[in-house]
């Protein structure tokens, strides 16, 4: 039970707010009284993928910055945050589903307040929210979320978290929708940085955003609309962050956007980055010459070293990355770079080109194999993951089997697949959605198989060989490893530096630590091994 009830404040001028905004000001607002405060614990439920949970820790930062204390559970919280998905329509039902409980746990205390944020909330639409998500209170766009303690007058605490609201000027077109520009993240992120309003939930992993929104043409996605045109965060901020995080000693560091591969193209040119002159060799044309790219960014983190010139951050990863704008220069430094994961996520999607098509994925597949093998030749083992989509607009059985034949060419080591969902707004959503359901669960279901196959073969070939793991957390022990009576054998997990998950008996000691494993069983979706030395500290 919380124990006042919070405002929620309309913070936006009138003159700005969308058509469909919300009408006079929360009646609700009067009950606020900023003496004699309780603070609400909070809890933020997070959806969907690394931004969002990127997002969900500066959410979370922001309110423990202004005094709130983080609650286990929605149950115990008064003021519950959700960090929806909306990339198919089963992630958005998945909050539609808790409606009802949150409805019946807002009867039981009129003071709990619930927020709808993340990829779900649409500048255009807010109508259509409030039908779907009848509990909530507040709906923020993601380039809203800096907003959420002001917002709820929790900001009188402490200037943290204070945000400027937003106005129309933040909108654009986007197709024949408005999305919101994503043009104050990069300044309430370095804010956040500074003042350490960022509840990372790991010490030895961090997500560091680098670019926001997709400018992309995906026709089946929602990204572009939610998250707006891409804004890339300044180079200097950037690795001043990444220096911070090496400073608390975080081993691993992730460098997120939906699209990190075209990071820089927003950014000023500047003498410093002349040399850099790349050019696409997919899709369309985009001059790039003299700003920082993904590249630059590699080589410049990497640089961070210690006395002996080891990478401070010893692993980096980045994600996502479109095919589209993977450069020379960007394998170049993959390869060179020692701190670089022998690990890259490159969605493909499908693997017939009238399909790549009308996705508008601006490649084909022989583009795309031929990407595959540039890679593999300049980072020799690398481990390759991709996503799929089955069963899109038109997809024919022989298109599907094209996809099925691209995956027995390249061999992933992981696929993330789903089936094809139409989401309102978007281009796909004006084509025929005319696979039949059970047809898409087929093909996935086929799809998976395959790919279960390859992923055992692939992992089979480890067993006997040494990997570096990251261990990462403290798994439940295994019934069948012991005998009644005897004290169950404590184990950990981690991954590789190819992101392969590695279980291991080994006490939560080793959480945080870089050990070297050697794998005695391999599954479709994990090794198992046995820990050789804890001395691991680099490739
Ligand atoms: N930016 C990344 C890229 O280059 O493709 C992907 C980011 S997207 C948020 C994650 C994945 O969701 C996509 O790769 C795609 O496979 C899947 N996805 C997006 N829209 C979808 C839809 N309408 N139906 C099914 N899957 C979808
Ligand atoms: Fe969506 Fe395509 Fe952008 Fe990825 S690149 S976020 S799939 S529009």
Redesign the pocket.
Known sequence: MTGRTLPVLDMAPAAARAPDAAGPSDARVTEFVTDDQVLPRFHVWTLGCQMNHSDSEEMAGALLAAGCSEAPDMASAGLIVINSCA?REQAEQKVIGRMGVLARMKSADPGLRVVLTGCSVRADGLVDLRRRYPAVDLFLRPDQEPELVARHGLDSVTAVGRAAPTGADELQPVGRLMAATADRLPGTRAAAVETGAVARRSSSHAWLPIIYG?????T?????YS?GPERSRPFDDVVAEARALADSGVRDVTLLG??VNSYGHDLPAEARFAAVQPRRHLGRDLSLEGRPDMAELLRAVDAIRDADGRPRIPRLRFV?S?P?DLSERLIAAMAECPSVCEHLHL?V?AGDDTLLRR???QYTVGAYLELVGRLRAAIPGIALTT?VIVGFCGETEEQFEHTLELLRTVRFDGVFAAAFSPRPGTPAARLADDVPSGTKRERLNRLLALQEGIGLERNQAWVGRRTEVLVDEVRPPRSHDHDPGETPRPRVAGRDRRNRLVHLDGDPGLVGRLVEVEIDHAGPYALTGRLVSGAGDGR
């Not at 997709?214 to 995906?218: A, E």
Request: hydrophobic share 20%.
């Open positions: 990339i997709c400018d992309k043409t995906c089946y996605c929602i990204v572009p998250r939906q699209n996502t479109h589209w969605p999607q996705m508008g994925r996503d």
